[in-house]
C-alpha cells in the first residue's frame, strides 16, 4: 500500500492562477480531508468528505473548491490563488473509527 | 465548538530529562483525543491517542499521555528525552473516534533537546 498520496510535493504560483492539488488513498477508506498548516497556527481543516459525492466544509474554506467523484481521490481547487494561501498543505484518510492518515504535504507558494 | 491549547510554543529539555507537554481542551461532547508529532519537513504521525476506557495512553517511542477529565486536560509525557525526539508536536481532538470529519488542532509545541 502507498498510504495517501500527494502531489505535486512543491508548487510556486502566481496571484490569480488556478491549479488542483492531488490526493489520493489506496486503503478504501471513506473518510478524507484537507488541511493547511501556517507557523504558529497548528492545522486547520479546510474540507473533508465522508464518502464519494458527499463534501463539506471546515473552519477556513474560503478560496478552496473539492469534489470526490471517486473514493480513492480527493482534488483540491484553488481558483484564483491569493498569498493569503501560501501554506503547507496537507491531505488525510480514515474510516468512521480509525486513525487518520497523513500524506507528506504540498508546499505551496503564492507570490 | 472544540478548541486545543497547547501551552508553550516552545520547550527545551536535556537529553534524558522528563519531556512534559501540555494539552487542553474544550468539548461539548465526551472527547476524543490524540497527540501526533511532525519531524521537519514531512507528515504527522500518530504518537497516540484516547478514545474510551482507561485514562492513562501509551503510544509509540517511550511517550505516553493521560486524560484528566476534572482538568480537561491530556498532556504528553516520556520518561527520558532523546535526542531523535526533537519534533514539532500537535494535540488535537475530534468528536467521532478517528477524527473522520476533521481534527481541531492546537497550534502546536516545538520540543527542543539540548545535549
Known amino acids: 500500500n502507498a498510504g495517501v498520496t500527494q502531489t505535486p510535493k512543491f508548487q510556486v504560483l502566481k496571484t490569480g492562477q488556478s491549479m488542483t492539488l492531488q490526493c489520493a488513498q489506496d486503503?478504501?477508506?471513506?473518510?478524507m480531508s484537507w488541511y493547511r498548516q501556517d507557523p504558529g497556527m497548528g492545522l486547520r481543516l479546510i474540507h473533508y468528505s465522508v464518502g464519494a459525492g458527499i463534501t463539506d466544509q471546515g473552519e477556513v474554506p474560503n478560496g478552496y473548491n473539492v469534489s470526490r467523484s471517486t473514493t480513492e481521490d480527493f482534488p483540491l481547487r484553488l481558483l484564483s490563488a491569493a498569498p493569503s494561501q501560501t501554506s503547507v498543505y496537507f491531505c488525510a484518510s480514515s474510516t468512521r473509527t480509525d486513525t487518520q492518515y497523513f500524506g507528506p504535504g504540498t508546499r505551496l507558494t503564492v507570490l | 465548538a472544540q478548541s486545543v491549547t497547547q501551552l508553550g510554543s516552545h520547550v527545551s529539555v536535556s537529553e534524558g530529562a522528563l519531556v512534559l507537554l501540555r494539552c487542553n481542551y474544550s468539548s461539548s461532547v465526551p472527547p476524543y483525543l490524540f497527540w501526533y508529532v511532525q519531524y521537519p519537513n514531512q507528515g504527522l504521525q500518530l504518537l497516540l491517542k484516547?478514545?474510551?476506557?482507561?485514562?492513562l495512553v501509551k503510544g509509540i517511542n517511550g511517550f505516553e499521555a493521560e486524560f484528566k477529565k476534572s482538568e480537561t486536560s491530556f498532556h504528553l509525557t516520556k520518561p527520558s528525552a532523546h535526542m531523535s525526539d526533537a519534533a514539532e508536536y500537535f494535540c488535537a481532538v475530534s468528536d467521532t473516534g478517528g477524527g473522520a470529519d476533521g481534527l481541531t488542532f492546537g497550534k502546536g509545541t516545538h520540543l527542543i533537546i539540548q545535549p
Open positions: 484516547y478514545t474510551t476506557g482507561a485514562t
Open positions: 486503503m478504501n477508506h471513506e473518510y
